[in-house]
């Protein structure tokens, strides 16, 4: 069996990229998607099944939507799985589930790493992704030939679960800043400000943060950056980090924001879209604001 063989289960938005990324770098992947035709687009050999994936790679990338999908497909994996073989699941997954996981996996003698992956559609293209890694040390550091052709910064965070968990931790600021943002970029536009300028003030001042310097100085001219998360799973990873506070008795008091916010844009029929959109939703109850006049590309 070659070393260089890689298993990828999950060929969507990022696990299509980040299959791209492996092929370009002299990795053959095995590949398989519910969606025909996924794996021949990212240059991939097409699996029929996860059962073939599983006997034909040592180690299996999964890039799933959350834990109740990557579930079932952890336990196919299960039933033919063997000693050795490692899993890696990049997946927003809920950290209980993926210990659980990595227990059923070192009962059969295999290895279940959650390598929870930051950066968005555009980093997966360049290969600049940020792992947050949990899990077995030893074995993750035999993965960093199968990490570099996607990530520019791996970084171990303990065991089983610790990767996943920093992941809905970030996934949670992100949201935040995106929601809180958006709500700041409508109220400026409706106040007369030049948008740009509102934008220079704030990423030399003390509200900066991710969104205003990479996302906003784009919609602004109307490129909303389509193509990443959208705004229902966003929503989703808000509910993923609740629930991660919940179990670890923290009080959460700042998710009613960006969950009442990204939960208005799906009522309004953008929760599909990414999930710049938004500011179109917060934009729309108060009084049909746009940030942008143009016809820019993201604009529908």
């Known amino acids: 069996m070659s070393e260089k063989l890689v298993g990828f289960v999950g060929l969507g938005n990022m696990g299509g990229r980040i299959t791209r990324r492996l092929v370009n770098a002299g990795h053959a992947v095995l590949g398989f998607d519910s969606a025909p035709g996924r794996a021949q687009a990212c240059g991939a050999k097409a699996a029929s099944s996860v059962a073939e994936v599983v006997k034909g790679a040592d180690t299996i990338l999964l890039s799933l939507p959350d834990s109740t999908v990557v579930e079932p497909v952890a336990q196919e994996i299960l039933q033919n799985t063997k000693a050795g073989q490692v899993v890696v699941d990049l997946s927003t997954a809920a950290p209980s589930s993926t210990m659980r996981l990595a227990a059923s996996f070192a009962e059969r003698g295999a290895i279940f790493i959650d390598a929870g992956i930051s950066g968005g559609a555009a980093a997966a293209e360049k290969g600049t992704l940020t792992l947050m890694v949990g899990g077995d040390k030893a074995t993750a550091d035999k993965l960093k030939n199968v990490f570099t052709p996607f990530a520019s910064k791996v970084v171990y965070m303990g065991a089983s679960g610790a990767g996943h968990t920093t992941k809905l931790l970030n996934n949670f600021l992100n949201a935040v800043s995106l929601a809180a943002t958006a709500e700041v970029m409508v109220a400026g536009k409706k106040a007369g400000l030049d948008l740009h300028l509102l934008l220079e003030v704030l990423n030399a001042s003390s509200g900066v943060n ?5 996302r906003f100085p784009r919609i602004v001219d109307g490129d909303y950056l389509e193509g990443g998360l959208t705004g229902k799973l966003m929503t989703k990873d808000v509910v993923l980090y609740v ?43 108060s009084g049909g604001i746009r940030l942008h006049s ?6 529908k």
């Open 243 to 285: 629930d991660c506070l919940h179990q670890l008795g923290v009080t959460s008091l700042n998710a009613a924001g960006p969950m009442a916010c990204f939960g208005l844009g799906t009522a309004l029929g953008y929760g599909d879209q990414i999930s710049n959109r938004v500011v179109d939703a917060i934009g729309d109850v």
């Open 294 to 299: 143009s016809t820019g590309k993201g604009k």
């Open 210 to 214: 991710f969104a205003t310097l990479n």
